[in-house]
């Protein structure tokens, strides 16, 4: 019987940031090279499933099909498009 994997969980600020409490994604500002699990600064874990090099993002909660990428307190109109246009976005889907 094998052992199961696992994924360390970090605090987000060792790897990331939330510009705005708002916000439905994290900047990265130290690359992540592996699976890892960041604990959000409300307490939730968010797995970040591949790596993400530094200036990327990952989505910090799902993100429903039609809701707007949200950093910097507002809507990033012109990012939603690069990620798929309609389709929901999940925290553990691939990042940007």
Known sequence: MSTPELVPV???SEYAIIVDRTDNLAIVKKSISHPLKVKLPEGRIVQ???AVPSGHRFATRPIP???FVLQFGGADAQRRPQLGGTKS???SDRQW
């Open 65 to 67: 099909e039609g809701e």
């Open 48 to 50: 970040v499933a591949e």
């Open 89 to 91: 976005i999940r925290p």
């Open 10 to 12: 970090a605090p987000l």
